[in-house]
């Protein structure tokens, strides 16, 4: 689960996105709406803690956010969230299968070779474990950053766009892994998408305004 109460995000006198309150419990899965630029991204790096409010208290999993310190905190992200970013992050210098290993070790989690290949399995992409993340295409690196969020299990899944580079077959794959691995683990899931495919999949939705008007904060 997580909250929201009172989060602004500014960059100088800008206000990039503002929620004045939102709530989503565990288990429930979610539609993160709003067009391009509407800062739907930073309100899943706000989740996240990849970046942190100008104001407001956001609480994550019963941990509010304010109380990580920096050495605390990617170790916290790695146990508590799973992310498929829209820049996908993948590291180029190992393999696929060690992409995921690699999110495991970050956590603290033990390896578990199963999982990783029956993930890569769920999205298609097991025969590319042994390969470079270069060598494989836009789709393919899109499903195998969809299981690299899932593998460890995370109370908190966030995807940003998963479906982006996806035609059908493979965005409704990448879909599946997502919704059905939140269900087993309890998770909560929230996808940021203006792709009409994915609303359909998601009970809960969560409407960020067209666009956020910079102001300046009061005098």
Request: proline share 5%.
């Amino acid at each position: 689960m997580f909250e929201l109460t009172g989060v602004e995000k500014r960059h100088g006198d800008s206000l990039a996105v503002a929620v004045a309150s939102w709530r989503a419990e565990a288990g429930e899965a979610w539609l993160l709406a709003g067009p391009s630029g509407s800062g739907k991204s930073t309100v899943l790096h706000l989740i996240a803690a990849l970046t942190q409010p100008t104001s407001g208290r956001i609480v994550v999993a019963n941990r509010d956010l304010a109380t990580l310190g920096p050495a605390e905190r990617d170790r916290w992200r790695g146990r508590t969230i799973g992310l498929v970013p829209q820049r996908l992050h993948l590291i180029g210098a190992v393999s696929v299968a060690d992409n995921l290993r690699l999110a495991q070790r970050l956590a603290g989690a033990e390896r578990d070779d199963a999982r990783i290949l029956a993930l890569l399995e769920a999205v298609q992409v097991a025969d590319l474990a042994h390969r470079l993340p270069g060598e494989l295409s836009q789709g393919q690196a899109q499903r195998v950053a969809v299981a690299r969020a899932v593998v460890n299990r995370p109370a908190v899944l966030l995807a940003d766009e998963p479906t982006a580079a996806l035609d059908d077959e493979h965005a409704a794959v990448a879909l599946e892994l997502l919704r059905a691995q939140a269900i087993e683990s309890g998770a909560t899931l929230v996808v940021a998408s203006h792709d009409a495919r994915v609303k359909p999949l998601l009970p809960h939705a969560f409407a960020l305004p067209a666009h956020v008007h910079p102001r300046r904060r009061a005098a």
